[in-house]
Every structure is written in structure tokens, then in C-alpha cells.
């Protein structure tokens, strides 16, 4: 698949998660995708494999939060298979505390899926208003 149309399934997936929609992003992952945060906080670590992303991050990681998660691309730029994605996202948590951080991804398309997917946020911020995973 050409860069053009994996920047635009990526764009198509941050038009959902603006709505609070996060299925057609989780839709993206390959099956057996590396996610690794960056940093040396709990969160931080590679995760491998669309199960192992569920179940490890985006479980944890959601059912802190009281209301949908929501993101807003600020900006897209694309080289070869690699279409990075600059956004700001978050949601209230369910101990009253506003999760809103800025993110930066690189994400490595294979076959119009995401096989790797490595995120640069703020780990300070995670770290003193999410718990652990």
C-alpha cells in the first residue's frame, strides 16, 4: 500500500477517536503489532501482539478513565511506510483528575495494518495521574 493511503486510513481512524470512537484505530493493529511507550515509568515497554496490547494497555489504561477517550490529530507527516501522527488526547478519570496529554507516534505500516507503533508522551504525566497498569 502506497503512503498516501496509509496516512489516510490513520487520518480516518483520529476522525473516529475524535468522536470518542476508538474501534476503527484498534482496527488498524496488525496481529502481531509491537507497541513500545517510551520512557522508564510503569506504562513504558513493548507490547506484543493486538491481544497483549488489549489486555496489558489499553484494558488498563481505559478502565481508569469515567468518560470516552477522545483525540485530536494536530498534525500528519508521512515518509515511505511510515506515517507519524502528532495529537492530544485524554479523558476525566473516574478519581476526578483530567488525563490530557500531548503524543507523538511513528507508526509502521505493513500490509495497510500497523505493525509497529512507538509513542513519545509526556511519562511524567501519566505517571502522577493514571495508576499503574
Not at 476503527?24 to 503489532?33: K, Q, R, Y
Request: with cysteine.
Amino acid at each position: 500500500m502506497n503512503t498516501l493511503a496509509n496516512r489516510t486510513l490513520l487520518e480516518q481512524a483520529f476522525a473516529a477517536l475524535e468522536k470518542g470512537d476508538g474501534k476503527p484505530f484498534f482496527d488498524l493493529l496488525a496481529d502481531d503489532v509491537r507497541w513500545t511507550i517510551s520512557g522508564t515509568i510503569a506504562w513504558s515497554g513493548t507490547y506484543r501482539g493486538k491481544a497483549a496490547v488489549q489486555s496489558q494497555l489499553l484494558k488498563p489504561l481505559f478502565s481508569q478513565f469515567a468518560e470516552k477517550y477522545k483525540a485530536k490529530a494536530a498534525r500528519f507527516v508521512t515518509e515511505g511506510d511510515v506515517v507519524v501522527v502528532e495529537f492530544q488526547g485524554g479523558a476525566k478519570t473516574k478519581t476526578g483528575r483530567l488525563y490530557e496529554n500531548r503524543y507523538c507516534w511513528i507508526c509502521k505500516f505493513d500490509r495497510d495494518r500497523i505493525a509497529e507503533l512507538t509513542e513519545y508522551t509526556d511519562t511524567h504525566h501519566v505517571e502522577t495521574t493514571l495508576s499503574h497498569p
